[in-house]
């Protein structure tokens, strides 16, 4: 599990699994493989134990739970046109073996920046409609994954124009539609 607030993180090379023998059997649990979280404008608090952190604006985060309150700020860039841009938290998900059961997905990540999500297998069992991987962030790259679930393998919360989704094997869709000629490039087996 990661929280807010970050700059930029990496997970990579784990094996993350809820049983020691794998099961098939329903479950109603909250369980993630992996849980990367940070606050956004619709949902401007996130919160673990004591600690919450919580969204002031685009570039700064109050967190709360330490011995006293402190502000985060994000770094902010110059853009081609001049103007001050928030560089948004950022996540590589690489190589992992990532397997949950429950009603959530096995992995959820939320990064306004970038998240690559590459080369990793991931199963959600226990027959739940919940895709097993669900990404929102500012750009998407995800490739080479092998992922395993039901209707839905790979949810993309993000821009479509800012996606791109190449060489993934799944046992469901990937949503959004990807079209052509993207979904050729995918395999559903």
């Known amino acids: 599990m990661l929280r807010a607030p970050y700059a930029q993180a990496e997970v990579t090379l784990n094996q993350i699994d809820r049983d020691a023998q794998p099961s098939a059997q329903a479950s109603r649990s909250q369980w993630y493989a992996l849980l990367v979280d940070q606050p956004t404008d619709?949902?401007?608090?996130?919160?673990?134990g004591d600690y919450a952190a919580v969204?002031?604006?685009e570039a700064r985060t109050l967190v709360f739970g330490a011995r006293r309150p402190y502000i985060v700020t994000a770094a902010v860039e110059t853009d081609l046109a001049g103007a001050v841009v928030v560089r948004g938290a950022t996540i590589s998900v690489l190589g992992n073996v990532l397997t949950a059961r429950g009603a959530t997905p096995a992995v959820e990540v939320e990064a306004s920046g970038d998240c690559l999500f590459n080369d990793n297998r991931c199963e959600l069992r226990g027959g739940h409609p919940t895709s097993a991987v669900r990404i929102a962030s500012g750009t998407t790259i995800v490739s080479a994954n092998r992922v395993r679930s039901g209707e839905v393998s790979i949810e993309l919360l993000g821009n479509p124009r800012r996606m791109t989704v190449l060489g993934n094997v799944t046992t469901g869709v990937i949503i959004p539609q990807l079209g052509?000629?993207?979904?050729?490039?995918n395999v559903i087996g």
């Open 55 to 57: 969204r002031v604006d």
């Open 42 to 48: 619709k949902r401007p608090v996130s919160r673990i």
């Open 180 to 185: 052509m000629p993207w979904d050729a490039l």
